[in-house]
């Protein structure tokens, strides 16, 4: 995935907010890559216009052979449906269905899906299938949220403060399956966080400062998620 | 204008979409309430005004001939305040544009000696009354010469017993007598073909050799006397002279047309309104909760600031107000609107000298009265919860929506369908009530579709019968007197005719017990075959060859069944009576009779002439050589033609019943549209987090609107056969207001009708969800990944 001069204005009103101001980045296959910033240094628009929910004022996003920078609506959501997976901070699963019928839903519209339960069991939760969200903790509805972002077997996975809003030990577990996920199905990971700690478990780290990347550190060594702490 | 009144204008605006539909619902339940009530008030108003400034009779009584001396004696009777004696006579006319002969009503008009006291006035619209010395010159119905283009200097050609007259047109007039003018035996006015001409009294006696003489009473009563005991020392005073039983105004044709159509008005003056009232309630309710929903924390804010429970209460109580003011405004106004309107239709069929639409300040205030019950029944309940929410509480955002596995995945029901419609599935079960609600009020939109074709339906039904099964014949001639059987003789030599059967109809007052019915007993050849009794089925009875068969109307006012003995009392020729049993009962569809075996009457009565018409098959294109030559036979008094009475009726229907289809239709597409757009915001605004997620997660627009909108599409497909089953419910409960002496209506809905009503409701509710559809385009992705609502 290639990233080349992106610039993102707003109009705030009256103001003019640059979100982005000339982002280059490039994201190999299989990579495990967090991106790092304050709450207003650009990482939450850098993802949507990776994850193909916003397009940049300038610039090109290409995935493969896909030019996401100048997409329709309907091309940005085949793009969406059969390349990219997303985790949010709030879970956000439907309330009217179980564990397992949450993954189904996008396994049913996926083309190459890997069984619900297979992928349930994979993040832990092989015998939690039919409990309805209201039933499960917040650290097992984000899991939910992991297998049904995974199931479609995407090739990019969005994550955006996966562990935000979990305590300390289910924010670990939550990090521990996305780890996995990345090593066992060669997924490219983009984590968006403003936990420094998390950082350690990539393989690069994109640092980012008003709408500018201040920074690209490549770990020679990743920590295991078990490793890190905060 | 306090900060609170800021935020409720902001809170309408922002769900004007939703405030609309609620609104327009509100609407059209007030503006049918106000368009029947006020057409009612109005047809009631112009009819009292008219009977009392027109005096109208109270008893009225046909008769043979009695002389003139006899008023005094009438004028006698206990209660009796006003006598009026006159001469009428059916003619046939011979009217210039008209290929078929018109039956003309001839009465005659009070002496100026007799007119300081005389009843049934004329209301002159053109012209003048006769000259008093004239023998020639009448004043015509208005509604007659208008609709076979007459005018004052017209001639009318006429028969007047067994003598042809020109009559010429001085004056054109309306009378209380025919508000609606309807001909003998008719059910719908055909008034090209029927007329009330009225001339000099001496004129008309002398023609039909009355001089002196009298066959026609109307009496006003004092006030407070009862029209039963003035009815029967009429009946005893007239019967040695032919006297046919006196009756009062609920029998007289005209007024009595008018009273059932109050009726009816009245009837759906309550039932309509009461169905969008209820689904209103139902609106303002669900709009309310959810408006609390999303606002919980503004109301713990307040709270907080120190607003008391009552002004937070007060708050949500004023926005229910003002969705319902803005429906009343606009329910007022339809209902003036159409009120005026149909005050225009009634004017076409009700002839009154003056029919003013009128919207009185007690309705529009009575209407304010009920619209504000909608408001505080749908709100109260609602604004409940505002006031019950502790500041604490409602500072946190609404807790997570829990599902937990219910009857329907216990009972293994939804484990093979899609997810989609799995989570569709649990949605409606876990609000069961609001699904059922939503249900409810589609199926009232079905309902009122179905039942603004009902009547179309039903006199469909009705004339299918009348016209295929039971009166086959082509005309009827029926004659002044009764003839000898001679006089078939002469009708089977006029052009055109196939075929004639001669009939008795005897008017006769049936007795059983303590009740009697005055009713025509007819007695028909048991060969016939153009007029014919028919069961429920439509299937031919055969007349039995002695004793009676019934109208099963008729049995019912009586009291009888098949079996019973009933005493017939014959009203004309020499007033006999006899016993007879009831041996069946007969499903004609339109009027009340007795039937008889022809031979079996005569036999019974000794007559010499017993034919009093016949039923004629004709060659249809011979058909203006008959008609030319009828309007001048002289025994003629009334020719009915079969295809001019069908035309009329088709023109009637038409009219009035596609009118009816059309505004009830559109009742339906508001009832509709109204609920679903409504539901669907509310999903959308429950849901929307959900939605948007979806669609990040890769799923498109219309995949997301299946599941916003699948529940809808789900709940109006119930809906569907419950609103036509709710439908013929209502209608099969109207059918009882429809039983009448004159015509019963069919309880009778088609295919047609049920596919129309659910096409209609399908259509509306698509569109509706549509609409909303339209917004998903907007969800906001981004937000979701932040945003927890």
Known sequence: MQVRGVSKTYRLGEVEVHALRGIDLELQEGELVVILGASGSGKSTLLNILGGLDTPTRGEVRYRDHILSNANDRALTRYRREHVGFVFQFFNLLPSLTALENVELVTEIAAHAISPREVLERVGLGDRLHHFPSQLSGGEQQRVAIARALAKRPDVLFCDEPTGS????TGKRVLEVLERANRDLGTLVVLITHNVAIAAMANRVVRLSSGSI????????????????? | MSRLHRALIRDLWHLRGQVIATALVVSVGIGAFVTM???????????????STYRFADVFAGLKRAPDSLAATLRLIPGVAAVQTRVAEDVVLSVVKLAEPATGRLISLPSAAQSGESLNRLYLTAGRYPSPWSDDEIVASQTFARANSLSLGSRIGAVLNGRWKVLRIVGLALSPEYVYEVGPGMVVPDNRRFGVLWM????????????GAFNDLSLSLARGASSKDVIDAVDRLLAPYGGFRAYDRTEQPSNRFLTDELGEIEVNATYIPAIFLAVAVFLVYTLLVRLITIQRSQIALLKAFGYSNVRIGMHYLEFALLIVALGLTIGLTLGGYFGAGLIGVYQQYFHFPVLRYRLGLSLILFATAIALAAALGGSLTAARRAVRLPPAAAMRPEPPRSFRAGVLDRAGLIRRLDTVTKAILRNLARRPWRAALSVLGIAAAVATVVIGRFMFDAVNALMAVHFDAAEREDVTVTFNETRSRGAVTSLRELPGVLRVEP????????????????VSVLAVPPSGTLRQLIDARRRRIEVPPGGLVLTRKLARILGVVEGNHVLVEQLDGRRQQFTAAVVRLSDEPVGINGYMDADALAGLLGEDAPISGALLQVD?????????????TPAVAAVSIRSATLATIRA???????????????????????????????ALSERGTELASLRVLGFTRVEVGQLLLGEQALLTLVAIPAGCALGALICR???PAFDRELFRLPFILTGATFGFASLVTLGSAAAAGCLVAGRIARLDLIAVLKARE
């Open chain 2, 620 to 632: 249809k294109s011979r058909e203006p050589a008959l008609f030319a030559s009828l309007k001048h």
């Open chain 1, 166 to 169: 979990l305590d300390y030990p």
């Open chain 2, 200 to 211: 000099n009294a001496e004129g008309l006696a002398t023609a039909f050799n009355m001089k």
């Open chain 2, 37 to 51: 009530v006020s057409t009612y008030q109005s047809l009631a108003r112009a009819r009292a005004d008219y009977y």
């Open chain 2, 503 to 518: 009939f008795r109809a005897m008017p006769a007052l049936i007795r059983a017990g303590h009740r009697e019915k005055r």
């Open chain 2, 733 to 735: 409960l109207l059918v």
């Open chain 2, 652 to 682: 009637i229907m038409n009219r009035s019943f596609i009118l009816m289809t059309i505004v009830m239709t559109g009742f339906g597409i508001v009832l509709v549209a109204g609920v679903v757009y409504n539901s669907v915001r509310i």
């Open chain 1, 214 to 230: 201040a920074e690209v550190h490549v770990n020679p060594t990743q920590a295991s998620a078990e490793a890190i702490s905060w």
